[in-house]
């Protein structure tokens, strides 16, 4: 049996027209049977770096027993001259999420995916304390098992008062080794109360993955990474998902 928490996150690629650009991670939300492709809003624009995808592609398993089996799903980023996904801002100014409304009418026949629900949210601040551990579970730089289209996981800790907006953000920061190509992976915790029932989530979604976050004035002759990383609160996909 496959963990169903590796069948919730989908690589992404960005194209402008036919021309492959980035490549990055999106992971599935569902509610009211309304299901959302997640991922970091700077995957689809990027004005100051000149990232102007006009599509992507997203993988689908399609058999539940052969993980080989998988197709690729292309989906337009404009329609209309208007973007096709939600984004969304707060008091702290742009947050860095977006949300795609899938029909499932349009998706390969088939298809296998485990979405996150809002009951996957955390009911309480208090549920998490700083240096907990939590995984990342991603595409760094594209890398995944290419036989089977599955992800990599990374270990990581809270690295930041969870609940508290860093520095007036929408976000937390995790201590993890990532890579570009990571934005847009859902940050979890395991749920220890959740049932273990095969076709469920046991985890909870904490966040989503953004970028790593450097000191400005940093010497990059003498200095490292902090290796430090802004996760975006999970509780505004329910903002993003309204109707």
Known sequence: ???????????????????????????????????????????LVDRPSGHLPNRIEIEFHTSETDLTRATRFSMLLYRDARSTWRQGTDNGGEIDLAL?????????????????????????????????SVLIVGFPLGFHDTVHHLPVVRQSVIASAFGVRFQGKGYFLTDARTHRGTSGAPVVMRDHDAAAAPG????????????????????????????????????????????
């Open 1 to 43: 049996m496959i963990d169903s928490l590796l069948l919730s996150a989908t690589r992404i690629a960005t194209f402008e027209h036919q021309w492959p650009l980035t490549t990055a991670t999106g992971f599935f939300f569902e509610r009211d049977e309304r299901l959302f492709l997640v991922t970091s809003r700077h995957v």
């Open 100 to 132: 795609i409304e899938l029909d499932r009418a349009e998706l390969p026949e088939a298809t296998v995916l485990h979405a996150f629900t809002p009951a996957h949210l955390l009911r309480s601040l208090g549920d998490v304390e700083v240096g907990s």
């Open 200 to 243: 469920t989530l046991p985890w909870k979604l904490l966040g989503v993955h953004s970028a790593k976050l450097d000191m400005a004035g940093r010497d990059v002759a003498q200095d490292e990474s902090l290796g430090l990383n802004c996760t975006w609160y999970a509780d505004m996909l329910m903002t993003l998902s309204e109707r």
